[in-house]
């Protein structure tokens, strides 16, 4: 069973940089496509970006640039940089599983981060 | 980026009733669209994966159609349970693109 769960704080200020951590349990990193995702409270989904087999990394350009997603593969876990957030960020942010087919197949169950002094 | 556009905002139904769910794409995705469910508070389940394939474990009572820029999900008879808002998603270009959703809440 792939499980998938975030951590990280819940609460960041503005101009500095929000990091939440994906940690994946019955899956290997390898061969799946491996996202972040994000809604803010009240609206629709923003897909963020995807970090496959250890390097490859795309980014929706929207964003593209403040965001890093970066893997570790000893501790089986992905993470999500995003620098210089304002409240606009705020939001829960969801990682996620796809395969080449681009199908959230697999999600976390959300991380609420919000922005504020 | 491809723009969704989902109709209507919220659809007021009763259970046993049929719900009708409709997604416009700002330009043709062909049959790369996805549907998602997401209940309050959990995160997005997926529904159906290009137009109308339904996901492992999704009961035959949601139904996908649709090619190029028009969608339709089908709720052909409402449990309990379907009460929830929706998302379309593209796959077709990059960014991926979600809709901003449609409510289906009880009457």
């Known amino acids: 069973q792939v499980q998938l769960q975030e951590s990280g704080p819940g609460l960041v200020k503005p101009s500095e940089t929000l990091s939440l951590t994906c940690t994946v349990s019955g899956a290997s990193l390898n061969n799946y496509y491996w996202n972040w995702i994000r809604q803010p409270p009240g609206k629709g989904l923003e897909w963020i970006g995807y970090?496959?087999?250890?390097?490859?990394?795309h980014y929706n350009p929207s964003l593209e640039s403040r965001v890093t997603i970066s893997v570790d593969t000893s501790k089986n876990q992905f993470s999500l940089s995003l620098s210089s957030v304002t409240a606009a960020d705020t939001a829960v942010y969801y990682c996620?599983?796809?395969?080449?087919?681009?199908?959230?197949?697999?999600w976390g169950q959300g991380s609420l981060v919000s922005v504020s002094s | 980026e491809i723009v969704l556009t989902q109709s209507p905002a919220t659809l007021s139904l009763s259970p046993g009733e049929r719900a009708t769910l409709s997604c416009r794409a700002s330009q043709g995705v062909g049959s790369y669209l996805l549907w998602y469910q997401q209940k309050s508070g959990q995160a997005p389940r997926l529904l159906i994966w290009?137009?109308?394939n339904r996901a492992t474990g999704v009961p035959a009572r949601f139904s996908g159609t649709g090619s190029g820029t028009d969608f339709t999900l089908t709720i052909s008879s409402l449990e309990p349970e379907d009460f929830a808002v929706y998302y379309c998603q593209q796959r077709s270009t990059w960014p991926l693109t979600f809709g901003g959703g449609t409510n289906v809440e009880i009457k």
């Open positions: 290009d137009a109308f």
């Open positions: 996620a599983r796809s395969s080449g087919g681009w199908a959230f197949s697999f």
């Open positions: 970090i496959y087999n250890g390097g490859s990394t």
